[in-house]
Nanobody
Framework: QRQLVESGGGLVQPGGSLRLSCAAS????????MGWYRQAPGKQREMVAT?????VYADSVKGRFTISRDIANGAVFLQMNSLKPEDTAVYYC?????????????WGQGTQVTVSS
């Protein structure tokens, strides 16, 4: 069982910045991908950015958000700049690991990001 510990959410004004962090426990060599998803009230959870062999961003955050990883320590970060009210959501860290012949997915507890003046 893997544990994901997130930090960095909060309240920020439009145009501001936040940096989210997530650290995963366990064997780093089985990590296939790490990334961030978000869920706004009344909406489905959506992918924000994911880092695997390649890096993928949601169209809505391209040019504003940057995902990075500390592979040696099993950590992933999300630098969020030029934040907009529509970025308000609970942000979840996601981890995919290889376990024998299958993949396993793990989620963090979520951290609230609120963009408001």
């Amino acid at each position: 069982q893997r544990q994901l510990v997130e930090s960095g959410g909060g309240l920020v004004q439009p145009g501001g910045s936040l940096r989210l962090s997530c650290a995963a426990s366990g064997n780093i060599f089985s990590i296939v991908a790490m990334g961030w998803y978000r869920q706004a009230p009344g909406k489905q959870r959506e992918m924000v950015a994911t880092s695997a062999i390649s890096t993928v961003y949601a169209d809505s955050v391209k040019g504003r958000f940057t995902i990075s990883r500390d592979i040696a320590n099993g950590a992933v970060f999300l630098q969020m700049n030029s934040l907009k009210p529509e970025d308000t959501a609970v942000y979840y860290c996601h981890l995919r690991v290889r376990a024998s012949s299958r993949y396993e997915d793990y989620w963090g507890q979520g951290t609230q990001v609120t963009v408001s003046s």
